[in-house]
């Protein structure tokens, strides 16, 4: 029976052994492979994979049918993180990037991503082209790895490395190491865990070892999945924790608290960094699920603002064809300028280092300067497990306009960019979206503060289950 294979927000993503195959790899890198003949009579790619279960041999494989559909293949010579393979695209000029990683997906997931030559996510109509070149079946190709690399048509290359020398071109590793800061990091066991070590080498790290399994917790680094870090930041007086999912390209922070400071926040304190401290003009693209904080501040700086559908490869198109300082996403995945245009959350989590570094303040005090500015709020994020059947349910209800309150709370505006967002009074909001890459429908709101966000998430959980 013939596997429809689609991407989703950021790339395909099934069950390991169920959807996930050898041969329905080889139909999805054979497509790749029509696609980048399209692009270049030569055409290579970098090749990356992540801490996933049979990541080496998915990669040894892909190089493989890459190979023999005559692509020059530089695969990775150990796991990686997504923003460097999208760093050594970018920097080797290769056609194309692909990592074999299913991101933030449990662990029975993986994936491919595929990433352009200028180092961010392909374009819509690029995973488009590759979706059509899909073939029903794969052809058999032989097992000739070895063969393929004495011949040099598949070639090993440090792209970690390559990733680690572009961090101490950027930042002033210096400054962070001599600023006395007490630094965290929870790897999720990702592709992120060898890196910090080399570049933070005094940073207390857990979850930093190889294990397929994730210890049974999805690598998203959402404060859910964060208690033992949490824990851990108590326990040893550690000012700033960062977190890194799968694939490194997501972020999550802790302050000297043990308070969860949410991408919402990181991405103000970046604009905050870059217009204030460092003095950058430019435009702010953020999607659609984001504070409405964003806009406040942009305007305060005097900064334009857009807003994208969900999915960074929105963000990262406007990034290549505009000046951007700061692009980012709910979930976690952010960019600035002097970087790839590209999620990357080591790169952020040093920038907010550095911020610290240079100005001598707790995260908790750069967080009130930002609420001097925009007021303080909380974000929350429900995300509903449903049945097929169930999760259409509720979006054929919001498309059909049935809701007009939500309990308590009265809808005073709606929009649908991507997903429906609902606006109540005194600035809080409630938006339901499908996920793009998991079986899950999502229901996101902002507020005042986290109590009077869990209360419209219950509130309109509810309305959403009842009313559809």
């Known amino acids: 029976?013939?596997?429809?294979?689609?991407?989703?927000?950021?790339?395909?993503?099934?069950?390991?052994?169920?959807?996930?195959?050898?041969?329905?790899?080889?139909?999805?890198?054979?497509?790749?492979?029509?696609?980048?003949?399209?692009?270049?009579?030569?055409?290579?790619?970098?090749?990356?994979?992540?801490?996933?279960?049979?990541?080496?041999?998915?990669?040894?494989?892909?190089?493989?049918?890459?190979?023999?559909?005559?692509?020059?293949?530089?695969?990775?010579?150990?796991?990686?993180?997504?923003?460097?393979?999208?760093?050594?695209?970018?920097?080797?000029?290769?056609?194309?990037?692909?990592?074999?990683?299913?991101?933030?997906?449990?662990?029975?997931?993986?994936?491919?991503?595929?990433?352009?030559?200028?180092?961010?996510?392909?374009?819509?109509?690029?995973?488009?082209?590759?979706?059509?070149?899909?073939?029903?079946?794969?052809?058999?190709?032989?097992?000739?790895?070895?063969?393929?690399?004495?011949?040099?048509?598949?070639?090993?290359?440090?792209?970690?490395?390559?990733?680690?020398?572009?961090?101490?071109?950027?930042?002033?590793?210096?400054?962070?190491?001599?600023?006395?800061?007490?630094?965290?990091?929870?790897?999720?066991?990702?592709?992120?865990?060898?890196v910090i070590r080399k570049v933070l080498p005094d940073a207390i790290c857990i979850h930093a070892s190889f294990n397929p399994s994730f210890k049974d917790t999805a690598p998203e680094p959402i404060e859910k999945n964060l208690g033992i870090f949490e824990d851990l930041i108590r326990q040893e007086n550690i000012q700033v924790g960062l977190a890194t999912d799968g694939d490194a390209d997501r972020i999550g922070l802790y302050d000297e608290n043990a308070n969860f400071v949410d991408s919402h926040h990181i991405l103000l304190l970046l604009i905050d960094y870059l217009a204030k401290y460092k003095g950058l003009t430019g435009k702010v693209v953020t999607t659609f699920s984001c504070t409405k904080k964003?806009?406040?501040?942009?305007?305060?700086?005097?900064?334009?603002?857009?807003?994208?559908?969900?999915?960074?490869?929105?963000?990262?198109?406007?990034?290549?064809?505009?000046?951007?300082?700061?692009?980012?996403?709910?979930?976690?995945?952010?960019a600035v300028a002097g970087h790839i245009p590209e999620r990357d959350g080591i790169f952020i989590g040093l920038t907010v280092m550095e911020l610290m570094a240079k100005t001598g303040k707790k995260l908790t005090e750069l967080v009130q300067d930002i609420y001097d500015i925009v007021g303080t709020f909380a974000t929350g994020r429900n995300d509903l497990h449903l049945t097929e059947e169930k999760k259409q349910a509720v979006i054929a209800a919001c498309k059909a306009g049935k809701f007009t309150e939500f309990g308590d709370y009265k809808v005073e505006a709606t929009e649908d960019l991507d997903g429906y967002k609902y606006h109540f009074a005194n600035d809080a909001w409630m938006m339901v979206r499908p996920s793009g890459t998991e079986p899950i429908l999502r229901v996101y709101a902002e507020a005042a503060d986290k109590a009077q966000v869990a209360d419209i998430l219950k509130q309109c959980v509810a309305g959403l289950m009842t009313n559809s």
């Open 1 to 194: 029976m013939i596997q429809t294979i689609k991407f989703g927000t950021d790339g395909w993503r099934a069950i390991i052994a169920k959807e996930y195959t050898f041969e329905n790899l080889a139909r999805v890198v054979e497509a790749t492979a029509i696609w980048l003949k399209t692009l270049s009579d030569n055409p290579s790619v970098i090749l990356g994979y992540d801490c996933r279960f049979n990541g080496k041999l998915f990669a040894k494989h892909a190089a493989t049918v890459f190979a023999h559909n005559g692509v020059k293949v530089f695969l990775s010579h150990n796991f990686s993180s997504t923003p460097m393979v999208s760093l050594a695209a970018f920097k080797r000029q290769t056609t194309a990037g692909i990592i074999i990683t299913a991101s933030h997906n449990p662990a029975e997931y993986s994936g491919y991503k595929i990433k352009g030559g200028y180092g961010g996510p392909a374009y819509p109509s690029m995973i488009d082209a590759v979706e059509a070149a899909i073939p029903d079946e794969p052809r058999i190709y032989p097992e000739n790895f070895d063969a393929l690399m004495d011949s040099k048509q598949v070639e090993y290359y440090d792209i970690e490395a390559l990733y680690i020398n572009h961090l101490k071109e950027s930042f002033d590793l210096k400054a962070i190491r001599d600023s006395g800061l007490k630094i965290g990091y929870d790897a999720m066991y990702g592709a992120g865990q060898n």
């Open 294 to 334: 964003i806009s406040r501040l942009c305007a305060h700086y005097n900064l334009p603002h857009q807003i994208t559908k969900i999915g960074f490869k929105y963000i990262c198109e406007i990034m290549l064809n505009e000046n951007v300082i700061v692009g980012g996403e709910e979930s976690g995945g952010l």
